[in-house]
């Protein structure tokens, strides 16, 4: 008896840590990346709609606080409005999908050093959406575009040099 009480309070802890693992890790996407391209050309890439269009999403966009911009692709569309704009360093805005109402934030964060560019980006608020299933979704959505994103930056950064 003893022994199943104990096996039954392990098992009783370990869901609590999986339930506080799944809130806590759940509402940030963290994604760093090294490129080898200087900070300005990393931040234009980021920040400029042209460049964002080509590597990212279409964009009207302009790295400006209070600016309310748009991305669009195929049948989804993000808005949101620039919180910080930083240049070279800081570039943070709200990220609203679709008629979801529901705002998070994207915060990406450039660091210059002696192999280029450190870069940081963070998605965070994801707990925000109605409910879990769909919080956990959204997070494993945007985490893999997210790995996308910093993929398809790193090529574009590399083809605009060769060019």
């Known amino acids: ?4 009480l104990f096996l039954f309070n392990i098992a009783t802890i370990k869901l609590r840590n999986i339930k506080l693992n799944i809130k806590t890790m759940k509402d940030v996407i963290k ?5 080898s391209q200087n900070i300005s050309d990393v931040w234009k890439a980021i920040s400029e709609a042209e460049e964002i269009s080509s ?5 009207d966009f302009k790295a400006k606080v209070g600016y309310e911009y748009t991305f669009t692709h195929e049948n989804t569309v993000i808005n949101g409005k620039v919180l910080k704009a930083d240049p070279v360093y800081t570039l943070a805005y709200t990220w609203i999908v679709g008629d979801t109402a529901v705002e998070t934030i994207v915060t990406w964060t450039l660091q210059e050093n002696e192999h280029g560019t450190l870069l940081t980006l963070e998605h965070s608020g994801i707990s925000n959406y109605p409910n879990k299933q769909m919080a956990t979704t959204m997070f494993e959505s945007f985490s893999g ?3 996308s994103c ?4 790193e090529k574009f950064l590399k083809e605009k040099k060769h060019v």
Request: net charge positive.
């Open 55 to 59: 590597w990212f999403i279409k964009a």
């Open 150 to 153: 910093i993929s398809n930056l």
């Open 31 to 35: 994604k760093v990346h090294q490129y």
């Open 1 to 4: 008896m003893v022994a199943l």
């Open 145 to 147: 575009g997210w790995s």
